[in-house]
């Protein structure tokens, strides 16, 4: 999966459409700076009423701890609000994305990069869904109720926070743009060593026979290398320029408090148009800090935005390169005729066709045994019409209706390499019908040749994803017993007696034998004795 870079405007609109209109966690926010308000004015009632001696501060005091109180509520139900708006959005994203990865093209995304995606990336989000949206809509208009406040005490100190305001942002933006590429590069190797683990690990009996397992551990060591490194640079472009923006944040409540100060005691060398008293003074200082404080969350919360950015241009590539899979054809329950002309496959990023001109006319009902070289391209006929390989060219048709059209067959199908679930033996075969009743499922097993493995170990043998502890023919004869299960009117088959003893071939030939009656069967197939079965043997040559 490789992030193409969106515009800007796209990448918001992305974000925009995971988060949602989520609006109590703003609320709170805006809450805080009102009841931040209330505290300032308190503490310079309280402050102005001591001075004077004249009225009892208790209602001042009051005030005070009301808004102090209001401000803790507000933020830890913000911060609740906000985790709960992020967990919601991470669910519906995974959703899509874990479809998404299920439909990408044939030969796009490996395991460990889409695992990332839904795992990693979408986790980038929280921040931005439960810190960044919340704080940037509350430092929209926050500061704004603090200038208001404040300019109603001293329009000069609302004016000295207004200016200082130009050079946080300048910072904030300027921090902001050096932070994302620093993000979107970090993905980037992150994704990529998701993938090299992945794959090692799938690999690892091979690793370890070959005795390779230090080359690969360095390889996995230097790429966690590189991702650390590339951490290491996010987080101190993200120091720098929380520090860059906590000096600005500084230095406009440093200028108000000497203004404030010099004009309470009359020493400003300049003329200003008012005169502030001790309430007023203490009013303007003690709101100076907060009309930086939604900003300030917004700063902390800016590297949350960085990081999603940097994921939903990912996360939407991946998504748009989703395929809609073919929806199942209807279940008629007579086998079809099935027409391949001209048929021409050729997987992505390959230079040579795995088919090449293939045509073939298949009655309903018939067995067609497909034999040829290794590589001459049997399994991926078969792949084609369980649409897990491209038709580059040629068409093929399911009872006269084009493939594409038609919905992917109804099919039974026994691949090379059987995928075992880590569960049941029984989980395992009712995959292709997951319905089945116990009668069904065992006149399944016993059809395939579990006989042996049901005799031993029982259905409710718990096997791991490698089917540990079964033969390679028993593995197969899972795959089998799922396509007899399906009970479909296609039956296609992978070299289903690949590796087995003569005895064990012959009773499986028996079995395929009558399964095959009253279906369209495709073998792909070595064995002659297995051809021998078919009404008719078609010889794929492997294209130049
Ligand atoms: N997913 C894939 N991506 C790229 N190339 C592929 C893929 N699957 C198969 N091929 C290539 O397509 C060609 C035909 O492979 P295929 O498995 O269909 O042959 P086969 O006749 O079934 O071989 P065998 O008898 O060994 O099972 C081979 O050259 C193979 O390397």
Not at 159 to 184: N, Q, S, V
Not at 390 to 398: A, C, H
Request: proline residues 5%.
């Amino acid at each position: 999966m490789t992030a193409t870079a969106l515009a800007p405007s796209e990448t918001r609109r992305y974000l925009s459409g995971v988060a949602g209109r989520r609006w109590p966690a703003t609320a709170l926010l805006l809450l805080d700076t009102v009841a931040a308000i209330g505290f300032a004015g308190g503490l310079a009632g309280g402050v102005a009423a001591i001075a004077k001696g004249s009225a009892s501060p208790s209602v001042w005091l009051a005030l005070m701890l009301a808004s102090g109180l209001a401000r803790g509520g507000c933020a830890v139900l913000s911060a609740r609000v906000g985790a709960r708006d992020a967990r919601d959005a991470k669910a519906a994203l995974r959703r899509r994305i874990a479809g998404a990865a299920l439909h990408q093209p044939i030969g796009q995304g490996d395991t460990g990069t889409l695992t990332a995606a839904a795992i990693d990336e979408v986790e980038a989000i929280d921040g931005h869904v439960a810190r960044f949206l919340p704080a940037r809509h509350a430092a929209t208009i926050g500061p704004l109720l603090v200038l208001i406040a404040a300019g109603c005490a001293s329009p000069v100190s609302a004016a000295i926070m207004a200016f200082t305001l130009i050079p946080f942002i300048a910072a904030m933006t300027l921090a902001g743009g050096a932070a994302a590429d620093e993000t979107r590069r970090q993905f980037a190797t992150m994704a990529g060593l998701s993938g090299l683990f992945a794959d090692r690990i799938r690999a690892l009996p091979i690793v370890l026979a070959f005795r390779a397992e230090n080359t690969e551990a360095a390889r996995i060591g230097d790429a966690a290398g590189e991702v650390a490194d590339r951490t290491l640079r996010v987080l101190a472009i993200a120091f720098l320029s929380s520090g860059a923006l906590e000096f600005f944040a500084a230095l406009s409540v440093a200028l108000v408090a000497v203004y404030a100060g010099f004009d309470l005691l009359g020493l400003l060398p300049f003329r200003v148009p008012e005169h502030l008293d001790l309430a007023r003074a203490f009013f303007v200082l003690a709101l100076a800090p907060e009309f930086y404080a939604p900003m300030r969350r917004l700063a902390a919360a800016y590297h949350d935005k960085q990081m999603a950015e940097a994921a939903a241009e990912r996360l939407q590539a991946l998504e748009a390169s989703a395929e809609p899979l073919a929806a199942p054809a209807s279940k008629t329950g007579q086998p079809p005729a099935i027409r391949f002309d001209d048929v021409t496959i050729r997987y992505p990023d390959t230079d040579r066709d795995a088919v090449h001109g293939f045509s073939l006319a298949v009655m309903p009902g018939e067995t067609v045994a497909i034999m040829g070289a290794s590589g001459a391209g049997k399994s991926s006929l078969l792949h084609l019409l369980l649409g897990l390989a491209p038709l580059s060219s040629g068409t093929v048709t399911i009872d006269g209706c084009a493939l594409a059209a038609s919905g992917r067959p109804d099919a039974g199908w026994a691949s090379q390499s059987p995928l075992i679930l880590p569960d049941s033996l029984r989980e395992n075969i009712t995959l292709a019908r997951p319905d089945a009743d116990e009668a069904d499922i065992l006149a399944a097993a016993f059809a395939a040749g579990l006989a042996r493995v049901l005799d031993r170990r029982g259905l409710d043998t718990v096997l791991d994803a490698r089917g540990s502890g079964l033969s390679g023919g028993e593995r197969r004869r899972i795959g089998l017993a799922r396509a007899l299960l399906h009970d479909a009117p296609l039956l296609l088959l992978d070299e289903p007696t690949a590796h087995l003893d003569e005895a064990s071939e012959s009773a499986l030939i028996e079995t395929i034998m009558r399964q095959a009656r009253g279906r369209t069967t495709l073998i792909a197939t070595h064995s002659a004795r297995l051809a021998a079965i078919a009404d008719r043997v078609v010889r794929l040559e492997q294209p130049a």
